[in-house]
């Protein structure tokens, strides 16, 4: 699909992104506002989401931000209800906000499960209760949940990350067959290593993040280049996107020989442990 097919279809349509401030927050809702879409921003950081939307605007592009934290389901309901009115409707919401943890799993406490558990799945999960009823009224809609190719593989000390991008495709797959009667689609993204901030703001423990960065043995992609992989994807209404085609290949070795990927799994946990010092 060439740029110009991409943003026609885009151009007018109306976007929520969570996460916004920065990666593929950021990069996503200057790529839809460039299509001709009007993106409303949130993040975390206040501040730095308010910022993003200004240099959007200063560029002739439609922006606009607010504050969010998807943990709380309540904020969430009435940042879209404020969108929703503003907007005339979401017609594209965009579950990006997310964070990343590693850890050999003895060392995870519940406190942090937690926190991960309501960030990357209660955060989605607000984000859909909030918008599902609203885009079934309004006729239809599309929601974007951002996963991860550990949404599909084992991910070896990153047990609470893996655990809640499962969630995520199955949450997603599950509510596309109910979007379908009502005008919904939705779609997972499952993208392998992005060359974001996530690893910088990742909670790490006994994981020194420079050590685990060189041990990937994967290309990180730029988060230009997955943005146009994602909107493909999206404006196709594909169920998962998946990419890049490292990740494509060991999905469907997970599903032929789930024995094989296993066994690897085996030899990762390891040489993380060896990064962390812990050998035992």
């Given at each position: 699909?060439?740029?110009?097919r991409?943003?026609?279809?885009?151009?007018?349509?109306?976007?929520?992104?969570t996460?916004?401030?920065?990666?593929?927050?950021?990069?996503?809702?200057?790529?839809?506002?460039?299509?001709?879409?009007?993106?409303?921003?949130?993040?975390?950081?206040?501040a730095?989401?308010?910022?993003?939307?200004?240099?959007?605007?200063?560029?002739?592009?439609?922006?606009?931000?607010?504050?969010?934290?998807?943990?709380?389901?309540?904020a969430?309901?009435?940042?879209?209800?404020s969108?929703?009115?503003?907007?005339?409707?979401?017609?594209?919401?965009?579950?990006?906000?997310?964070?990343?943890a590693?850890?050999?799993?003895?060392?995870?406490?519940?406190?942090?499960?937690r926190?991960?558990?309501?960030?990357?799945?209660?955060?989605?999960?607000?984000?859909?209760?909030?918008?599902w009823?609203?885009?079934?009224?309004?006729?239809?809609g599309?929601?974007?949940?951002?996963?991860?190719?550990?949404?599909?593989?084992?991910?070896?000390?990153?047990?609470?990350?893996?655990?809640?991008?499962?969630?995520?495709?199955?949450?997603?797959?599950?509510?596309?067959?109910e979007?379908?009667a009502?005008?919904?689609?939705?779609?997972?993204?499952c993208?392998?290593?992005?060359?974001?901030?996530i690893?910088?703001?990742?909670v790490?423990?006994?994981?020194d993040?420079?050590r685990?960065?060189?041990a990937?043995?994967?290309?990180?992609?730029?988060?230009?280049?997955?943005?146009?992989?994602i909107?493909?994807?999206?404006?196709?209404?594909?169920?998962?996107?998946?990419?890049?085609?490292?990740?494509r290949?060991?999905?469907?070795?997970?599903?032929?020989?789930?024995?094989?990927?296993?066994?690897i799994?085996v030899?990762?946990?390891r040489?993380?442990?060896?990064?962390?010092?812990?050998?035992?």
């Amino acid at each position: 699909m060439n740029r110009s097919r991409l943003d026609s279809r885009f151009a007018g349509r109306t976007a929520f992104i969570t996460g916004a401030a920065s990666g593929i927050g950021l990069e996503l809702s200057r790529a839809l506002a460039a299509a001709g879409a009007r993106v409303w921003m949130t993040d975390m950081d206040g501040a730095a989401c308010a910022a993003a939307a200004e240099a959007l605007r200063a560029q002739g592009l439609e922006a606009f931000a607010s504050r969010l934290d998807v943990r709380d389901g309540a904020a969430f309901d009435a940042a879209l209800a404020s969108a929703w009115e503003s907007l005339g409707r979401v017609e594209l919401l965009v579950n990006n906000a997310g964070i990343g943890a590693a850890a050999d799993a003895r060392d995870m406490t519940p406190e942090l499960w937690r926190r991960v558990v309501e960030i990357n799945l209660m955060g989605v999960i607000h984000g859909c209760h909030a918008a599902w009823p609203r885009m079934a009224a309004a006729g239809g809609g599309q929601v974007v949940n951002i996963a991860s190719a550990f949404g599909l593989l084992p991910g070896p000390l990153y047990a609470a990350y893996s655990a809640t991008k499962h969630g995520v495709v199955g949450l997603s797959r599950s509510l596309r067959a109910e979007g379908h009667a009502l005008g919904i689609g939705v779609t997972a993204v499952c993208p392998g290593f992005i060359r974001t901030r996530i690893l910088d703001n990742a909670v790490m423990i006994g994981i020194d993040p420079a050590r685990a960065e060189a041990a990937i043995p994967f290309r990180f992609i730029d988060a230009h280049d997955a943005v146009r992989t994602i909107l493909r994807g999206v404006a196709r209404n594909r169920s998962l996107v998946v990419f890049p085609w490292e990740f494509r290949l060991l999905w469907w070795l997970d599903r032929a020989a789930p024995w094989l990927i296993d066994r690897i799994n085996v030899t990762v946990a390891r040489r993380y442990r060896s990064i962390s010092g812990r050998l035992d």
